[in-house]
C-alpha cells in the first residue's frame, strides 16, 4: 500500500464517522446559509507570482512543522502579504488539521479559502463548501477518470474552483483532458514522498498556457519562485517554510509578484 492509498483509508475511515453524525441531504441544507464562494481566477491571472500560502501542522515527509495555536491568526498574515488563496490542510490523521481550522480561517480573511484535502466523494465537496471552502483539491493519482470527471463537474456546481493536482505525464494529460482550468504540479511524489524538483519544468509544457500553472512543494523563497515562474509558473502553493517562518507576512510578501 502506497502512503497515498495509506492516507486515502484514513479519511474514508474519518469520513465515515461524520456521515454517521451529519446525512448528505442536512449538509446539503446548510449550504443555504453560507457566504458566496470567492472567485481565485483574476488574482492568480495577474501578471507576476501569486502564492497560494498554505495552514499546515505537520505531514507525512517532515512530521511536526509547527504548533499553529491559531490558524486565524497565522491567515491574517498570509492575507496581509499578499495571499491570492489561502490553502487549509484539512486532513486530521497525517496532518493535524480540521474544518474547524478552515472556517476559522475563511471568518478571518477576505482571501479565497482551499479545502486541501484528500476528496474522494462528493460529500467532501459538500462539506467543503458548507464550511466556507471557496476552493478544492482534486489529486488525480487518488481518483479514477469517471470518479475525477464526476467530482470536478460536482465542484463546479457548488460554485467551487478546483485545483487539479499532477505529478506525472499521465496525470496531467488527464487534467488537461478534463479541461481543469487551475492545475497544480506536485514536486512530491505522494507515493514514496521524494521531492523531484525537475517536476513541474517537465510538465508545464503539458498544459496550455490558457491554464492556470501552480508549483507545489519544496519551495522555500523568491529564488524558487522565480525559477518556477521562468518555467510557466503562475503561483506558488507553499506549506512548510512559510509555516516555520518567524514573519509569515514578510514570506508572503517576497515571493508575490516575483517576475521570471
Ligand atoms: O507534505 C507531505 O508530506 C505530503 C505527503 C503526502 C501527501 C501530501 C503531502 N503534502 C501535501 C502538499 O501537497 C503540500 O502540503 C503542499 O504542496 C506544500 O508543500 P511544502 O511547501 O513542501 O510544505
Do not use: C, W
Request: charged share 30%; no cysteine.
Amino acid at each position: 500500500m502506497s502512503v497515498l492509498d495509506d492516507i486515502v483509508a484514513g479519511v474514508r475511515a474519518d469520513l465515515s464517522e461524520r456521515e454517521e453524525q451529519t446525512g448528505l441531504a442536512d449538509l446539503r441544507a446548510a449550504l443555504a446559509d453560507v457566504d458566496p464562494p470567492r472567485d481565485p481566477m483574476p488574482h492568480l491571472r495577474a501578471p507576476g507570482s501569486s502564492v497560494i500560502a498554505e495552514v499546515k501542522r505537520r505531514s507525512p515527509s517532515k512530521g511536526d512543522l509547527a504548533d499553529i495555536p491559531d490558524p486565524a491568526e497565522l491567515a491574517t498574515a498570509y492575507a496581509a502579504g499578499g495571499a491570492a488563496a489561502i490553502s487549509v490542510l484539512t486532513e486530521r490523521r497525517r496532518f493535524g488539521g480540521s474544518l474547524d481550522d478552515l472556517r476559522a480561517v475563511r471568518a478571518a480573511v477576505d482571501t479565497p479559502v482551499l479545502r486541501k484535502d484528500f476528496i474522494v466523494t462528493s460529500y467532501q465537496l459538500v462539506e467543503a463548501r458548507a464550511a466556507g471552502a471557496d476552493l478544492a483539491l482534486l489529486i488525480v493519482a487518488a481518483l479514477d477518470d469517471d470518479t475525477l470527471r464526476r467530482l470536478h463537474d460536482e465542484a463546479r456546481e457548488l460554485g467551487l474552483t478546483v485545483l487539479v493536482e499532477v505529478h506525472d505525464e499521465v496525470e496531467t494529460e488527464r487534467a488537461v483532458a478534463l479541461g481543469a482550468e487551475l492545475i497544480g504540479v506536485n514536486a512530491r511524489n505522494l507515493k514514496t514522498l521524494e521531492i523531484h524538483d525537475d517536476t513541474f519544468g517537465r510538465l508545464a509544457p503539458l498544459i496550455p498556457d490558457d491554464r492556470v500553472k501552480v508549483a507545489e512543494s519544496g519551495i522555500f523563497g523568491p529564488a524558487d519562485v522565480r525559477r518556477f515562474v521562468g518555467e510557466g509558473a503562475r503561483a506558488v502553493l507553499v506549506g512548510e517554510a512559510l509555516v516555520k517562518d518567524g514573519d509569515p507576512q514578510a514570506a508572503v510578501a517576497a515571493m508575490t509578484g516575483v517576475q521570471a
